[in-house]
């Protein structure tokens, strides 16, 4: 989800669920460490969050926890799942499936240096790695490290061979998979993640295991999470409109305009709010052909819902 759950996409996406747990974009350690801007910046109202963290370095990765916690973060996520080429150059993401161990020598370090949970998201494997036996000896090794979360994302990444963009779709799902790591290891918190497209699979999913990460079909479709805090945890309904949202999105995106944000730094998030809605089409439609202008304002918003009304 890189470039894509920024902290304006979370703001927006909190608007519709309270309770949900929201994942940053991966940031790389040496990002964190290094780079001249901000990278760990949230607004109080995405709590709860967890920091999604690119590295193999377990003492650039400790730092980075520690600074996570500083921020307020609500948990540190280390990435073992993306399949990026810049990823792998970098020697973090799905290729560290291939080293348990290093992921291990990270958890350890980490978790003596905070006390928020540090988890991990991964695949069921890689390229010729053993979805069976390799798979568990990751788990194995890692959870004895001391992580007792895991996320995973039920297909495997093919580094050798398949694109980033193909590694979402071509490799088969094998949800049984993740299934059975939970029958294994019944004392882990096992997540599930890929092509997950509605709560009812949600549902599903959750007499198997103990939860569910929604990533594209989210972003894609956000008003599915409208019906999570009910369904999932026991709140009261979200009783606000889709309209409701994008007026507190007004006001947040003014704010964030007098301090140097584009419109279209907001909006381009918002695109989908009214997916499989009268008027869905229209209300993408203007906003991409009008929203990336140094013009544009949070009236914008208005226009688009009135280009709706006209469609």
């Not at 348990?100 to 370090?109: K, L």
């Not at 036996?133 to 004895?144: G, H, K, P, Q, S």
Request: charged share 25%; glycine share 6%.
């Amino acid at each position: 989800m890189l470039d894509w759950t920024d902290r304006h996409c979370r703001y927006f996406l909190r608007q519709i669920s309270q309770h949900t747990l929201l994942y940053t974009e991966m940031v790389t350690t040496g990002a964190i460490i290094f780079g001249k801007g901000d990278y760990l910046s949230f607004s109080d109202a995405e709590h709860p969050i967890a920091l999604q963290l690119g590295g193999s370095d377990a003492k650039d990765m400790t730092l980075c926890a520690q600074k996570a916690q500083e921020y307020g973060y609500d948990e540190v996520n280390i990435n073992v799942g993306c399949p990026s080429n810049r990823v792998q150059n970098g020697r973090f993401g799905a290729c560290l499936m291939a080293e348990p161990q290093t992921v291990a020598e990270c958890v350890s370090a980490m978790q003596q240096a905070v006390d928020i949970p540090v988890t991990v998201k991964s695949r069921i494997g890689i390229d010729d790695m053993c979805e069976m036996e390799d798979l568990d000896r990751f788990i194995t090794t890692v959870a004895e490290a001391g992580c007792d979360t895991f996320i995973v994302h039920a297909r495997k990444a093919w580094l050798k061979g398949l694109s980033p963009k193909e590694n979402r779709d071509i490799p088969p799902l094998m949800y049984d998979r993740v299934y059975q790591l939970k029958q294994q290891y019944p004392d882990l918190h096992i997540d599930i993640n890929g092509g997950v497209k509605t709560l009812d699979d949600a549902e599903l999913h959750l007499q198997h295991i103990d939860g569910v990460m929604i990533g594209r079909e989210v972003y894609s479709n956000p008003w599915i999470l409208a019906g999570v805090d009910e369904r999932f945890y026991d709140q009261a309904p979200n009783e606000l409109t889709r309209e409701q949202v994008i007026k507190a999105m007004q006001d947040y995106t003014e704010q964030q305009m007098q301090q140097g944000a584009r419109f279209w730094h907001v909006a381009r998030h918002m695109l989908g709010l009214f997916q499989n809605q009268p008027g869905a089409r229209a209300w993408r439609r203007y906003l991409s052909e009008n929203g990336t202008s140094d013009t544009a304002t949070p009236a914008t918003f208005d226009a688009a819902l009135a280009a709706m009304a006209q469609r």
